[in-house]
């Protein structure tokens, strides 16, 4: 399974890489912001799309917008630092499908990917 | 939260998407600048050095952790080294005797136990992603300020261009993982609840 992360911090794919690999996951490519990730989806064969949420040039929330006009059923997971409760219902209004606070553990996220991929 | 307050919610007039490609806010209009104080000059000045430091600062954490996540990078991976040598020495004739064999288990499970201290701390290494995030905030109020004096002074000195966005929730709630999970779940179980309802 090809796994999309979009994040800004390169400290933090590399924990989110290191953590999906730890858990059965190797198939992962990186973009640093939402306009990145559009073009790294357009290259295709991406089955899942990990995003922040603050980021530069597009953000998480734009970046899960324009995902969801061509794109349905893709499964999004956000990992993010806003943990306010308006927050959180944007984002699942934007069409996010889970959506976890960091920090988290790697239990939390093998628990919400395997949640989302059923 | 219900169907109806998340409606309401989004039709305050500001897009839910709003803290991200945020705008400046917008500093009350500025009266005409009156003759700039020497001192104000000097204070928007160090302010300026202020919010660079602070850039400075994000950018070396930034590099200085994947330092860190590079040298745990290479212990973990002499850790795999170490067992995949252990595992040939176990099949070996000469090292069949029990006594050997109780030992080179024991040091497997030393290995496996280092290997998992190295996953624990390269988790840990998220605080350096979250530090700056807050940093990040505050280097946005200090812009604001800064861009508000050098408007008042008439200097022309803005600040420069567009920032990370900026993450002004971010201490709003627990901030171990447990925490910050509970929350989110319980977020998450409300808008699904609300969704069903409507």
């Not at chain 1, 956000?78 to 239990?107: C, H, R, S, W």
């Not at chain 2, 996540?69 to 290479?74: A, H, R, S, V, Y």
């Amino acid at each position: 399974m090809k796994i999309l992360i979009v994040d800004d911090s390169s400290t933090m794919r590399r924990i989110i890489i290191n953590t999906l690999s730890r858990i059965g996951y190797s198939d992962v490519i990186e973009a640093e912001h939402g306009k990145a990730g559009l073009e790294k989806l357009g290259q295709g064969g991406v089955e899942m799309i990990i995003t922040d949420w603050n980021m530069p040039e597009m953000d998480g929330l734009e970046f899960v917008t324009v995902v969801r006009t061509t794109n349905s059923s893709i499964p999004i997971l956000m990992v993010t630092t806003n943990a306010a409760k308006e927050d959180i219902v944007a984002a699942l209004q934007a069409g996010v499908n889970n959506y976890v606070v960091k920090p988290f553990t790697p239990d939390t996220l093998k628990e919400k990917i395997e949640s989302l991929l059923g | 939260m219900d169907q109806s307050e998340i409606d309401a919610l989004l039709h305050v007039g500001e897009k839910p998407a709003g803290k991200g490609k945020k705008a400046k806010e917008t500093p009350a209009a500025p009266a005409p600048a009156p003759p700039a104080p020497k001192g104000s000059a000097v204070a928007a000045d160090k302010e300026g050095e202020v919010i660079s430091e602070i850039d400075a600062v994000t950018a070396v954490t930034e590099r200085e952790t994947n330092k860190v996540m590079d040298q745990l990078d290479t212990i973990s991976q002499l850790v795999l080294k170490q067992q995949d040598l252990i595992t040939q020495v176990m099949q070996q004739p000469g090292a069949q005797d029990g006594a050997v064999q109780q030992a080179l288990h024991e040091i497997m499970s030393a290995g496996k136990t280092i290997q998992d201290k190295v996953y624990e701390a390269m988790d840990l290494m998220q605080f350096q992603d979250i530090t700056r995030q807050k940093l990040e905030r505050i280097v946005y109020h200090l812009r604001q300020i800064h861009d508000y004096i050098v408007d008042l002074l008439g200097t022309g000195l803005k600040s420069e261009g567009e920032r990370a966005n900026i993450s002004r929730t971010i201490a709003q709630t627990g901030t171990t993982p447990d925490e910050r999970k509970t929350h989110a779940d319980t977020v998450i179980e409300e808008f699904k609840r609300s969704q069903q309802k409507s």
